[in-house]
């Protein structure tokens, strides 16, 4: 897989995160999106005791742990 979009920008990798964020100013929820899915990832990942975080431009990496590392 490669990442050659735009990217997200360096001051927004951790906005991207919190509810209701959308970057591009020209979407809405009329126009697609609520800006809830990253939060919703992140809530998700965080309950199994994992990390998300964004390299490169565009790519996300999550971590959970293994059932025997709890």
């Given at each position: 897989?490669?990442?050659?979009?735009?990217?997200?920008?360096?001051?927004?990798?951790?906005?991207?995160?919190?509810?209701?964020?959308?970057?591009?100013?020209?979407?809405?929820?009329?126009?697609?999106?609520?800006?809830l899915g990253l939060a919703i990832v992140a809530e998700v990942v965080q309950r199994h005791h994992g990390t998300i975080r964004i390299t490169g431009r565009a790519t996300f990496e999550t971590r959970l742990p293994a059932l025997s590392d709890r």
């Open positions: 897989m490669s990442d050659d979009g735009p990217g997200i920008p360096s001051a927004d990798r951790i906005r991207v995160f919190d509810r209701f964020v959308r970057l591009n100013t020209a979407r809405s929820r009329v126009t697609g999106g609520t800006g």
